[in-house]
């Protein structure tokens, strides 16, 4: 199978840098108009994006590059956690806070699911080696460029990319089970004492 470097298949950039605290626009000011800040807080443990904590935001030198477009990938360039997150449709326009990375994978080349997949769960080898940092370990963007992603024909990374979703989702079901289970454990044991 071919491998080839994921800058051969998209197109990298370090997320928007903020300078200063991030303050939210008051929901009843906002607009259409307004900026919509992704950050770190936005995905969460099981690697999805929630649009509905994404706040409305005042920036000066917005470029129209530095919008998001669906299908585009986030990845996680700082902390202890360097995964990625494939997000879909965009019902407005987001933008990607540093220390986010964007993926913007080439029509054609590569499913951007997959890519996202690849990432989280064999490519995290890879990016392992490229952490660094002392405190707050990162990877840069042009080290994240060279890691090398296997690529087998598109129907084959489409079917990788829907049986990787089955599996997040189900995993994310269970654990909302098991913390649905314990809650009604706690409340039958509160009854009974």
């Known amino acids: 199978m ?3 470097p994921i800058k051969d298949i998209a197109v990298l950039r370090s997320g928007f840098t903020v300078r200063g605290k991030v ?4 929901p009843e000011q906002v607009t259409k108009n307004n900026v919509r800040l992704v950050q770190m807080k936005d995905l969460d443990e099981y690697n999805r994006f929630h649009l509905d904590e994404v706040y409305a ?7 129209p590059s530095h919008y ?3 299908g585009d990938v986030l990845f996680r360039s700082r902390g202890v956690t360097n995964t990625a997150v494939h997000i ?5 326009g987001l933008v990607a806070a540093s220390p986010l990375v964007v993926l913007r994978v080439e029509p054609g080349r590569a499913d951007p699911a997959y890519v996202t997949w690849y990432l989280n769960y064999p490519g995290q080898r890879q990016i392992s080696r490229l952490s660094a940092g ?12 060279d890691v090398q992603v ?3 024909p598109l129907a084959t990374q489409q079917a990788i990319a829907d049986l990787a979703d ?3 989702q189900e995993q994310s079901l269970m654990a909302e089970l098991a913390d649905k289970r314990q809650t009604y454990l706690h409340a039958l044991l509160s009854q009974c004492a």
């Open 68 to 70: 998001l477009k669906p």
């Open 166 to 168: 089955l599996g997040q």
């Open 57 to 63: 935001v005042d920036l000066d030198n917005v470029k």
């Open 2 to 4: 071919k491998f080839v």
């Open 134 to 145: 002392t405190s707050v370990p990162g990877v840069n963007v042009a080290d994240l460029g």
């Open 88 to 92: 879909g449709d965009i019902p407005f």
């Open 150 to 152: 296997p690529l087998p």
């Open 23 to 26: 303050e939210p626009i008051p």
